[in-house]
């Protein structure tokens, strides 16, 4: 089983800054993808950002330009740098990781319990 830790959620002021953080821990074989998810009230879960094993990363049309997803494959560590940010961007963001807990079985996407990011204007 994979466990995931997110941190740095919070209320900052329309072009504040934050970055998220998202630690992978447990049964980890190899990791595929790890990215953020963000759902605001009334809406669906969209995704924000992903970074691959190869290095290849994914932006939202809505946050290119001012976030900035990165990781550390030493720590099993995902980052969302999120600058210029606007009230629109207020949602509760989700780590998910697409993991293989051990050679011998197949990937499997695991979600943080997410944290709150509000941006007040």
């Known amino acids: 089983q994979v466990q995931l830790v997110e941190s740095g959620g919070g209320l900052v002021q329309a072009g504040g800054s934050l970055r998220l953080s998202c630690a992978a821990s447990?049964?980890?074989?190899?990791?595929?993808?790890m990215g953020w998810y963000r759902q605001a009230p009334g809406k669906e879960r969209e995704l924000v950002a992903a970074n691959t094993d190869d290095g290849r990363t994914h932006y939202a049309d809505s946050v290119k330009g001012r976030f900035t997803i990165s990781r550390d494959k030493t720590k099993n560590t995902v980052y969302l740098q999120m600058n210029s940010l606007k009230p629109e961007d207020t949602a509760v963001y989700y780590c998910?990781?697409?993991?293989?807990?051990?050679?011998?079985?197949?990937?499997?996407?695991?979600w943080g319990q997410g944290t709150q990011v509000t941006v007040s204007s």
């Open positions: 447990g049964s980890i074989f190899s990791i595929n993808v």
């Open positions: 998910n990781v697409e993991a293989r807990p051990s050679l011998y079985s197949g990937s499997y996407n695991y």
